[in-house]
């Protein structure tokens, strides 16, 4: 990979960083050498993910035009450096969770309607057999049980449609706080 032909990913970007903080640098400093081959947000991400390796601040040292001071800590670098490419970029995290909760809030709904689909055949065979407390129970549990499910099928939908408008806009105030 050459400097010009490729970004760097956040992970590679920490660990360079985590090397120029071991004899320490300036944030700025950092902005400017990477300025390059990475965007502002890219940086910002690449130091908080090497935050989690034993990059830490010095408050005494940070500069008014330089910005923050940071140094290596050793020992939590040596601790935790074999997992440094192992833990995956913010917003790839970010991502993983939305869709891993669209797949709970689908299971959910889906056993919802599975379970009141069994009380309605169940309460219709009690009727059938002339079972009727039983079947007008559970024809009562169905009917619950279909409630429930568009209850919560409407409230996922408000979640979902209010959670990406939380995203689309938090993206969007990232972009033009980038920007200025």
Known sequence: MTLLTQRPSVSELSQR???MAKTGVYRESV???FAPIA???Q???????AKKFGLYSVASLRDDQLGTYYQL??????ARQHAIHQVANPETIETMTTD???QILAITLAAAW???SVFLVLGILGWVAGQKALGSGLL????????HGFLQRHLTKAFLESSELLNSTVKTLGRSKGSS
């Open 17 to 19: 960083i985590l090397d």
């Open 31 to 33: 902005f400017e050498a």
């Open 39 to 41: 965007t502002k947000k």
């Open 43 to 49: 940086i910002r991400l690449a130091i908080a993910h």
């Open 73 to 78: 800590d050793g020992a939590t670098y040596q």
């Open 100 to 102: 891993r909760a669209r």
């Open 114 to 116: 599975g379970v009141a």
């Open 140 to 147: 009562l549990g169905a009917g619950c049980t279909f409630a």
